[in-house]
């Protein structure tokens, strides 16, 4: 690999998970996308090449562009960029499929540059993309895909990104229904405001999950993958969402909840052996339906994007 160019993989992402709607994200190591960046002595950037899936490559309309200007804009470096980009994740899944080509962008500009940025200020430019593809500029799906593991948004304004370790045996699976929600639905039918009860509960639980994620402890980590506010309401939009979540605990698993913004749903589990477990019940519940569905099983990824 010559040094002027890097190739990455950038993984796939949950956010939104369970309790945490808007600050609690999860990479994952087993889907993402790949991006090949090079330097180019021409200011601006290009997207060159992008297959797998059909996305615009006008700088302005792809996410890895409109996050790379950012970072462009930041850097006292006067040239250019080219991105190939090998997109493995559908947009739309649930799965943080814009911001993985977010974060692989300025990731891989930043590597090229010699590092000048920081991880929050990678953070940051990734966010642009974030807002192009979904109007606002969330943190959730970005910083986990930048840092590995799991983050929490402790904050926007300023933004300040705590990473929270993942017990070694902590599994995911996703399963990805082929039916389309419009992300736009998705935000609009939730309320704005909730009651006072409903925040103990809720905040009880963020509390529970990031001490059982630093304690390994996978029964508290169970015990708080519950959401009183968003899941009520969202997983009407998901068909089968109640019997999948239920055929997963069913098999095992220590919670599951929607992905993102669905429809994608996931479930934690200890194991890798109970996560293929779930997987089969979560299938077999969209077989009897009669939905087209795609799933994956993955060890949480603790590195984020990284050279390949
Ligand atoms: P999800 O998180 O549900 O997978 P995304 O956040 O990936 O959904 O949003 C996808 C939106 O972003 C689509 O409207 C898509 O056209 C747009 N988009 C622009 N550039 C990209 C890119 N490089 N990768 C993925 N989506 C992109």
């Given amino acids: 690999m010559k040094a002027n160019e890097i190739k990455v993989f950038c993984p796939a992402t949950i956010a939104n998970i369970s309790c945490g709607f808007d600050v609690l994200g999860v990479a994952l190591d087993a889907v993402g996308d790949e991006m090949t960046v090079r330097k180019i002595e021409e200011k601006g950037i290009k997207i060159t090449k ?35 980009i090998n997109k493995k994740i559908k947009p739309g899944s649930g799965i943080g499929s814009s911001a993985a080509s977010s974060a692989g962008a300025v990731w891989a500009m930043n590597h090229l540059l010699g590092n000048p940025f920081q991880s929050t200020e990678l953070v940051r430019f990734a966010m642009e993309g974030e807002r192009l593809a ?19 948004v402790r904050s926007y304004e300023p933004l300040d990104i705590v990473p929270i370790p993942a017990p070694a045996d902590l ?37 529970g999950l990031i001490a059982g994620l630093f304690m390994e402890d996978y029964d508290l980590i169970g015990r708080s993958l519950v959401d009183h506010i968003v899941e009520p309401i ?32 996931f479930a934690l589990s200890k194991g890798n052996e109970t996560a293929l477990k779930v997987a089969d019940a979560m299938k077999k519940v969209y077989e009897q339906i009669g939905i087209d569905y795609e799933i994956h099983v993955s060890k949480i990824n603790m590195d984020g994007v990284r050279p390949i």
Avoid: C
Wanted: aromatic share 6%; hydrophobic share 40%.
């Fill in 50 to 84: 992008l297959i797998g899936q059909d996305l615009p490559m006008e700088t302005h309309k792809n996410v890895a562009g409109v996050a790379g200007l950012a970072l462009l804009l930041a850097s006292d470096y006067d040239g250019g960029f080219e991105i190939e």
């Fill in 134 to 152: 979904s109007d606002v500029a969330h943190a959730d799906n970005v910083a986990p895909a930048l840092f590995g593991g799991f983050t929490l």
């Fill in 171 to 207: 599994f995911a699976t996703i399963i990805h229904p082929q039916i389309e929600i419009k992300t736009s639905d998705s935000r609009k039918i939730l309320k704005t405001t909730i009651s006072m009860e409903t925040g103990i509960k809720q905040w009880g639980n963020v509390g």
């Fill in 234 to 265: 969202r997983s009407i939009l998901i068909p089968g969402f109640d019997e999948v979540k239920k055929a997963s605990l069913k098999a095992g698993a220590l919670g599951a909840g929607i992905s993102g913004s669905g429809p994608s749903i």
